[in-house]
């Protein structure tokens, strides 16, 4: 079993910054791959960005790339998103997630991959 807690989110206007966290207990971290997800209301959710293990390799959805950057400390069992540009459409419940994974150097863009989601934090952009 895992436990995923995200903090750090809040309220912001439009072009500001946030840095998201996400700490995990129970489990061996360093073999758990991450994502973030979010579901602003009314919506579905979506994938936002996702890291491997070795911290190497990420990927991230078109509509953040070039504004947020996942990262991992895997000696603190904590994954991050730095969101920077926030723009209104960015308001969201933000869920980190997890899985096992025997490959270091993988990322998982879908939903169904990860087993453990945390209960989400408030992310919210004035215009």
């Known amino acids: 079993q895992v436990q995923l807690v995200e903090s750090g989110g809040g309220l912001v206007q439009a072009g500001g910054s946030l840095r998201l966290s996400c700490a995990a207990s129970g489990r061996t971290f360093s073999r758990y791959a991450m994502g973030w997800f979010r579901q602003a209301p009314g919506k579905e959710r979506e994938f936002v960005a996702a890291?491997?293990?070795?911290?190497?390799?990420?990927g991230y959805a078109d509509s953040v790339k070039g504004r947020f950057t996942i990262s991992r400390d895997n000696a603190k069992n904590t994954v991050y998103l730095q969101m920077n540009s926030l723009k209104a459409e960015d308001t969201a419940i933000y869920y980190c997630?997890?899985?096992?994974?025997?490959?270091?150097?993988?990322?998982?863009?879908?939903?169904?991959?990860?087993?453990?989601w945390g209960q989400g934090t408030q992310v919210t952009v004035s215009s």
């Open positions: 997630a997890t899985t096992y994974t025997y490959y270091s150097d993988a990322y998982y863009l879908e939903a169904v991959h990860y087993d453990y």
């Open positions: 890291i491997s293990v070795s911290g190497s390799n990420a």
